[in-house]
């Protein structure tokens, strides 16, 4: 089980943590990611971290913004999000990919939290 937190409403340019929690799940040998989610529309790919922690990957749109990370001895997942801004508003979701051999998609993803809001007014 996953526990996404952090979420909140802030304005234009500020900053947020999200984390997430393994709880049952030992989440250290796994690729994790994050994913959001605005209304009606389908969940995207956010960001992943490979299980050695120095890979990573990001959507375009977040490049240079947002920072995933992990600490593996506490069993924790990370999303640090600077200069938001509208757009990222929507619900972030973290989530685990169990056999190693996904990357950005949805499905590649088996383990999900529950999600946490961010909402960024201008």
């Known amino acids: 089980q996953l526990q996404a937190s952090g979420g909140g409403s802030v304005q234009v340019g500020d900053s947020l943590r999200l984390s997430c929690a393994a709880f049952?799940?030992?989440?250290?040998?796994?690729?994790m990611g994050w994913f959001r989610q605005c209304p009606g529309k389908e969940r995207e790919f956010v960001a992943r971290?490979?299980?050695?922690?120095?890979?990573?990957y990001y959507t375009d749109s977040v490049k240079g913004r947002f920072t995933i990370s992990r600490d593996n001895a506490r069993n924790m997942l990370f999303l640090q999000m600077d200069s938001l801004n509208p757009e990222d508003t929507a619900v972030y979701y973290c989530?685990?990919?169990?056999?190693?051999?996904?990357?950005?998609?949805?499905?590649?993803?088996?383990?999900w939290g529950q999600g946490t809001l961010v909402t960024v007014s201008s």
């Open positions: 049952g799940p030992w989440i250290s040998a796994y690729n």
């Open positions: 971290i490979r299980p050695n922690v120095r890979a990573t």
């Open positions: 989530a685990a990919d169990t056999s190693g051999a996904g990357n950005k998609d949805v499905d590649d993803y088996d383990i």
